[in-house]
């Protein structure tokens, strides 16, 4: 019966890590808020329960994008945390994310400072760009003289 319930807590933990890999890559999310409608790309990288990457935003209608770096990363389970700043009027304001990782989508709560605002919003994985169908192979274009 221990043996029993070992077993069954290692399948457990290493189903929670798998997440930490399944992660990783970029999700692109949408979201409407006091400011307008705001597009999102996230790169999420993983290390164990460790997450970095980048936040690439812009708001729908300013010609201005913006990227930063994602810190205080943090995955438990199906749950991941961390935090993006914004430079607003020389004040660096904290953008704290909590997201529920599922298949292909992560479900996010995102806090704006202390109770500036709040948004609830899906980010989809963005699928790598593959070459099409009838596109040759690539080929060297390295000659050797013999």
Wanted: net charge neutral.
């Amino acid at each position: 019966m221990k043996k029993t319930a070992i077993i069954l807590g290692t399948i457990g933990l290493l189903a929670s890590l798998s997440y930490a890999t399944d992660i990783a890559g970029q999700w692109r999310g949408e979201f409407d808020s006091q400011i307008g409608h705001q597009k999102y790309l996230f790169t999420f990288k993983t290390d164990g329960d460790k997450l970095t990457g980048k936040a690439s935003s812009e708001v729908e209608g300013q010609t201005q994008k913006r990227e930063s770096d994602l810190k205080e990363g943090k995955i438990t389970g199906d749950t991941i945390k961390f935090v993006e700043t914004l430079n607003f009027n020389d004040n660096d304001i904290r953008i704290q994310y909590t997201g529920k990782v599922g298949t292909n989508e992560i479900a996010f709560k995102r806090e704006v400072g202390d109770g500036i605002a709040t948004e609830e919003f899906k980010a989809t994985r963005v699928e790598p760009t593959a070459a099409p169908a009838n596109s040759p192979p690539a080929t060297s274009t390295n000659k050797t003289s013999n």
